[in-house]
């Protein structure tokens, strides 16, 4: 049985400029650091929006499993999984689709969850961000410069891995993956030669690598983890990709 988690990061933008939430219009804020799962109105920016976002994918039966402030400040992830097959794909789409309606309308969810703890309804889901206008965006260098981009780490295993010697099939699969990095990195979404830039927790695009719990490169190993997708890659497409290279093509 195959399982796959994919880690799904996006930025939040203010409405008419696509500037970042949270960040002064035209300017800055302090450097990358302290906003990395951070807490505080000058660290967490649309943490309302991500909540309802929460809420409306376990109502909707998504399987959600986290949600987490990113690196860079107005930037956060959602994770699904674990999922098995394809049924990856419908949930990350699903989730995405929930996202786009929760930021049609910026009305916070918190306060109203807090009351309605068990209920969410459906007509909530598509009003949480229309008076703050956010808008989702899924480009995987939305600001360029000395700040962090935003992938879809696809984490994957098959039975075998999961198995006790596993780690002799994962490094098998490691080995088919990095023969075949041309053809992933092209899959793997658009724009994302401004993300794999060696820098920002990434490996270089044209460089394959792997490393136990190294976030600098294209594979890390603590789960089997595949950093190289852009945030806005096709997760049918990835997720068929990782399985045919590492099952089913012969080197």
């Not at 918190?110 to 007509?123: A, G, K, T």
């Not at 780690?167 to 098998?172: D, L």
């Not at 945030?231 to 080197?251: G, H």
Request: with cysteine.
């Amino acid at each position: 049985m195959i399982r796959y988690g994919i880690e799904q990061e996006y930025t939040l933008l203010q409405k008419d400029i696509n500037w970042p939430l949270g960040w002064p219009v035209g300017g800055f804020p302090g450097p990358q650091g302290p906003y990395y799962c951070g807490v505080g109105a000058d660290k967490s920016f649309g943490r309302d929006v991500v909540d309802a976002h929460y809420k409306a994918c376990l109502y909707a039966g998504i399987n959600i499993s986290g949600i987490n402030g990113e690196v860079m400040p107005g930037q956060w992830e959602f994770q699904v999984g674990p999922s098995v097959g394809i049924s990856a794909g419908d949930e990350v789409w699903v989730a995405r689709y929930i996202l786009e309606a929760c930021t049609v309308t910026l009305v916070s969810l918190f306060s109203f969850s807090m009351e309605y703890s068990n209920v969410l309804l459906p007509s909530a889901m598509q009003r949480i961000a229309e008076i703050a206008g956010v808008v989702v965006s899924f480009d995987p260098k939305p600001i360029p410069g000395d700040w962090n981009g935003a992938g879809a780490h696809t984490n994957y295993s098959t039975k075998s891995m999961r198995n006790e010697g596993g780690i002799a099939v994962i490094k098998k699969a490691i080995e088919k993956l990095g023969l075949r990095h041309k053809e992933h990195i092209a899959a793997y979404g658009e724009g994302n030669e401004r993300r794999l830039t060696g820098r920002h927790e990434t490996a270089d695009i044209h460089t394959f690598s792997w490393g136990v719990a190294n976030r600098g490169a294209s594979i890390r190993v603590g789960y089997f983890e595949d950093r190289r997708p852009a945030s806005n890659m096709d997760p049918y497409v990835v997720t068929s990709m990782i399985a045919e290279t590492t099952i089913l093509w012969k080197p």
